[in-house]
């Protein structure tokens, strides 16, 4: 086997391993966009940390292509089609992914902020200081929001 022969072999198993890796990750962010758009975001729960296992391999080999995109060069133009397709279709469903997730932070700070809102509702509002001058006592329980989270 002459070394030409040898890249275009090496070439076409790493574009058909980053297809292959960007079909998995493409079909897995599709069904969590699924789950958050059917408000049935607890689906997702049980397999975060494949997904997230499989966006870390996409990242660290779409690095390496990358770096070095001469390595790839010598596979045949319809498998590099191929990765092309795939990864439009990835970027297609990632940006579904963001949108649905991004709608599920809306709808579950609203509901915090909504919650909260009632809480500190019930209680009343706490007088500051009683005849004796000293501070009344209030409800010791507190409710908290951090917006940054």
């Given at each position: 086997?002459?070394?030409?022969?040898?890249?275009?072999?090496?070439?076409?198993?790493?574009?058909?391993?980053?297809?292959?890796?960007?079909?998995?990750?493409?079909?897995?962010?599709?069904?969590?966009?699924?789950?958050?758009?059917?408000?049935?975001?607890?689906?997702?729960?049980?397999?975060?940390?494949?997904?997230?296992?499989?966006?870390?391999?996409?990242?660290?080999?779409s690095a390496r292509i990358k770096a070095a995109?001469?390595?790839?060069?010598?596979?045949?133009?319809?498998?590099?089609?191929?990765?092309?397709?795939?990864?439009?279709?990835?970027?297609?469903?990632?940006?579904?992914?963001?949108?649905?997730?991004?709608?599920?932070?809306?709808?579950?700070?609203?509901?915090?902020?909504?919650?909260?809102?009632?809480?500190?509702?019930?209680?009343?509002?706490?007088?500051?200081?009683?005849?004796?001058?000293?501070?009344?006592?209030?409800?010791?329980?507190?409710?908290?929001?951090?917006?940054?989270?």
């Amino acid at each position: 086997m002459t070394a030409a022969e040898t890249a275009t072999l090496n070439a076409t198993a790493r574009v058909r391993q980053m297809i292959d890796l960007t079909e998995r990750l493409t079909a897995r962010l599709a069904e969590e966009a699924a789950a958050f758009e059917t408000r049935r975001p607890q689906d997702v729960a049980a397999t975060v940390g494949q997904t997230q296992d499989l966006a870390n391999a996409y990242r660290r080999e779409s690095a390496r292509i990358k770096a070095a995109p001469s390595e790839l060069a010598p596979a045949p133009a319809e498998e590099r089609q191929r990765l092309i397709a795939a990864t439009r279709t990835f970027e297609a469903v990632l940006s579904r992914h963001a949108l649905a997730v991004e709608a599920a932070r809306i709808v579950s700070e609203g509901l915090v902020k909504t919650i909260a809102a009632e809480v500190a509702s019930q209680r009343g509002s706490p007088s500051a200081y009683g005849a004796s001058g000293r501070a009344s006592a209030a409800d010791g329980r507190a409710v908290a929001y951090n917006a940054q989270a």
